[in-house]
């Protein structure tokens, strides 16, 4: 006869086991394709998890202020480092119904659910009901600006009947330097205007201005591929082409307020400093490192716009800052910079030391007003080290000490002598390459020598030069536009853009500069003798790229 209460035992503990393994439920996390959306505009919304719920979810409720287009449920798997991934994902393709701010509700997947979503729905840009099947606008998000804040340029193809393939322009900014940054890939949605419904193909880019003035966007060209209504052409690529031109669009560009006297203007949507320590600030110990990360975010400006981080001096505490890491985001919203400066910092001595507080002026593009990012003051205490440290510089993180070498045998002479003649043969083919790039400098120059100079750019090269000797930077920046428009005729060049994209990132380095000086209002006056020295070198190498073919690139497929 069996016993019952072993069995009984063992039950239990089976149980509790199995119990204790079952599988976490798992997060649901919510992402929108754009955010805000126009009224009668189609977006995507993403619930994604990474298993099965225990119950399909209801989003009966959305409809309440959302016609929803598609509903969509996908599944994929990956493996990473030998693990299984997986992932299910439900897409829903929504229209809102109406203009406001609308309040996304938790959705339930089984034991799990999502968390709230807030959507905004603005009104349509479109100023009226379009008359045409094919209709290419650009708008702005503002028509005044500051000189080197962003402004995003939104193009928009609609299309109320079919199309096979498109196309757009590139986008030309006349009258006012501008710095143009493309904002992703091309977008597709869905539209009704006027109870019509159209495709919308969307591609943005963030200006940043470089002085201020009228600036104009040149009218966008795109072209269209109808598809083709031929039974011989199954790749649909002999159908009608339409071309489009949208109408110009033209902003005022305001120069820096005359209340902003910060060092280094910065006009941005949201601007912060934070700082993060790699190690446990309690424990502190001296002779011992620790590193401290000082990070500068700006919405609206780039990482090449955000000024070198100066940390204070501290006593008592050596400083060894490492390179600065410079990185930008791309959002409908724009272009997010973020530079990040780390720090190693190592106490001499036990005690408590005072970190002073960092501050950082900048203008709030959305209240009109200078305000402040800071860094509080904070008060650091190092303890006394274990043992005694040996004199001497410490050992900065990163850093690796080389050990003493060890003996190493005596190569034997074959060895050797293969090693020699190897050498030699290296140094003779070291020794003909000089000649022959000597060689070959020396015609170039000869041959440059011989050509006939034209007398526009010795004149242009004589006022960049003078600019550049006397220090001038406004000269300097109207002069070297000449300069570049004389040397690359009959090619155009519209802006200091334009010509540092075609000669490369050195004269583009320069160019920014040269703006830098003149709009970040810096103490230290602007030195023209590298961008001069840059200039001849560029007449020397005649590095110009050839002029593109003129028209549009190869039509893109509509996915």
Known sequence: MVNAKPMATLLV????????????????????????????????LVFSLDQNPDRDPDFSILQQHFLILGNNRSSSISIINGEYQ?????????????????????????????EPFQVTVKPSTMASVPHDQLVLEV??????AYVQSQVILTLRLLSATDISAYQFGDVSIEAVDAVVEPLGDVRQYQTRIADKS??????????????????EVAPVMAEVRLPSRSSYDPFQTGGEIRRLRSQP???????????????YWLPANRLELRENWQGDLNALVAGEPVTRSVTLIADGLTAAQLPELILPAIDGIKQYPDQ???????????????????????????????????SL?????????VEIATLPARELSVNPGTGTAPQGEPVVPGRVATAPAEPVAAETAETGRFWLWLSLV?????????????????????????????????????????????GDAASARQALLVWGQALLTPRRVHNLHDLGAIFGADLASQIGLLNQSLYARTQQSWQGQALMDLCLQLEQSARVREPEPAGLAPLNPVG
Not at 91 to 103: A, N, R, S, V
Not at 198 to 215: D, I, M, N, T
Not at 361 to 369: A, D, E, I, M
């Open 13 to 44: 503990m089976l149980t509790l086991t199995l119990a204790g393994v079952a599988p976490v439920a798992a997060a649901v996390d919510v992402s929108i394709d754009r955010n805000p959306v126009q009224v009668n505009e189609s977006f995507q």
């Open 86 to 114: 997986r992932s299910i994902k439900w897409t829903l393709h929504l229209m809102p119904k109406q203009i406001g701010e609308f309040m996304i509700p938790a959705i339930r997947f089984g034991s799990e659910r999502s």
């Open 139 to 144: 708008l702005a998000d503002r028509s005044e």
């Open 198 to 215: 159209y495709l919308v193909l969307e591609k943005q880019f963030a200006l940043f201005p470089q002085q201020s003035g009228r600036l």
């Open 249 to 263: 669009v033209f902003i005022d560009i305001e120069p820096i307020p005359a209340d902003f006297t910060a060092p």
């Open 324 to 358: 600065p890491s410079l990185d930008d985001s791309r959002s409908s919203d724009g272009i997010r910079g973020r530079r990040e400066q780390k720090v190693a910092l190592i106490p001499g001595a036990a005690g408590r030391y005072y970190l002073p507080e960092i």
């Open 361 to 369: 002026p900048w203008w709030n593009l959305q209240t009109g007003k």
């Open 426 to 470: 290296l140094a003779c083919g070291w020794g003909a390459s000089i000649v022959y790039w000597g060689l070959r400098v020396r015609r170039e120059r000869w041959r440059r020598q011989r050509q006939p100079e034209s007398a526009s750019l010795a004149r242009a090269r004589r006022e960049l030069r003078k600019a550049c000797d006397d």
